[in-house]
């Protein structure tokens, strides 16, 4: 009977064991491997990612290739006698800012608000409601909204066909939810855009879902909140049907202001194209959240355009707040009482 050292590294803390166990015993644990046939005393060390093994005698050194995390959790197992403990998938987050490895629970509990950097990390629409909205006031208005397919669109994949995978993988039927609650007891019409749902663009259902909104706000007269969060513009699946939704809400918006409705348009990243172009930017008071990519084409599409280096922080709320395209930046855990705060000030 031979020793084999198992060295267990986490983190700063090793952890060596010594059990007693023959090699050929060993190479049992772990058909895979092609053990030399030597007598020889084995040297194990395992990381979260891989395992080396290493065998030596008086006649040199064995190397053998890294093992898999499966027969590393196989072989640890019939080593120690114990199981391998699986973290849960999920449990940790990589901030995207400064890479920060964050407890997925505690950054839920920060509203997804890096408290390293400061970074905001994505929030989808339905977070975004109960962020904002006090708990239980909402109500969703014309969801029963679907998309069409005009212009029977085939890219890579037929346009009804990537409808039906984007409602799955994120549960909304489409881009935007519109519906009315309550900010700190005061009732609202509130319109949030994802950018998970094939990036946010605005097809003809998210306009129509929008000015209805901005109608409804101003027939019930409630102060207007919509919440941006698209990477794209105008939807092209849906071609001069998708274009002219930029009109449509942006015409719902002048007569909502024409009859002395309040819009608060809060930008967050990113912001692009269509809808930057279109009711993101018209808001009576304009908020961002820190650090969002609001523009219309994107840094490196201007810059290979115009081909001179663009100013740094370029398209960044900060940025634009330094040269009066928005009002304020507004931290996440701080635009709900913000909110409330202006509805109060303009007297609705």
Not at 81 to 96: A, F, L, N, V, Y
Not at 294 to 321: D, W
């Amino acid at each position: 009977m031979q020793q084999v050292h198992l060295l267990v590294r986490r983190a700063a803390v090793r952890l060596s064991l010594v059990v007693p166990l023959s090699i050929a015993s060993f190479s049992a644990f772990t058909p895979a491997i092609n053990w030399p046939k030597t007598d020889v005393v084995g040297s194990i060390e395992c990381s979260a990612l891989n395992m080396t093994i290493v065998l030596c005698d008086n006649g040199g050194t064995h190397s053998l290739p890294k093992l898999t995390p499966a027969i590393m959790s196989q072989t640890q197992t019939a080593v120690t006698g114990r199981k391998k403990r699986q973290i849960p998938e999920g449990t940790w987050t990589q901030c995207p800012g400064c890479k920060a490895r964050l407890v997925s629970k505690a950054l839920e509990r920060n509203l997804r608000v890096c408290p390293e950097c400061d970074y905001h990390l994505y929030v989808s629409a339905n977070q975004r409601i109960e962020q904002v909205l006090d708990t239980g006031t909402f109500e969703e208005w014309d969801g029963d909204l679907l998309a069409a397919d005009p212009l029977k669109f085939t890219d890579s994949r037929a346009y009804v066909d990537r409808l039906a995978a984007e409602r799955k993988k994120t549960g909304l039927s489409d881009a935007a939810i519109t519906g009315t609650g309550m900010i700190r007891a005061r009732r609202v019409a509130i319109g949030i855009t994802d950018s998970q749902f094939i990036m946010g663009s605005m097809g003809s259902v998210v306009g129509e879902r929008l000015t209805r909104l901005v109608e409804r706000a101003t027939e019930q007269n409630l102060p207007l909140i919509i919440i941006s969060g698209s990477g794209g513009g105008a939807r092209m699946h849906e071609g001069i049907f998708s274009l002219m939704q930029m009109a449509k809400v942006s015409a719902a918006l002048a007569r909502h202001d024409q009859q002395g409705g309040l819009f608060i348009s809060v930008l967050t990243n990113p912001t692009m194209g269509g809808v930057a172009a279109s009711f993101a930017s018209l808001g009576d008071v304009v908020f961002a959240e820190p650090k969002a990519l609001i523009g219309f084409a994107g840094p490196r599409t201007i810059k290979a355009t115009i081909r001179i280096e663009l100013p740094e922080g370029f398209q960044t709320s900060e940025f634009l707040l330094e040269h009066g395209f928005i009002d304020r930046i507004m931290p996440r855990q701080k635009l709900k009482a913000e909110i409330a705060r202006t509805i109060d000030y303009c007297g609705k």
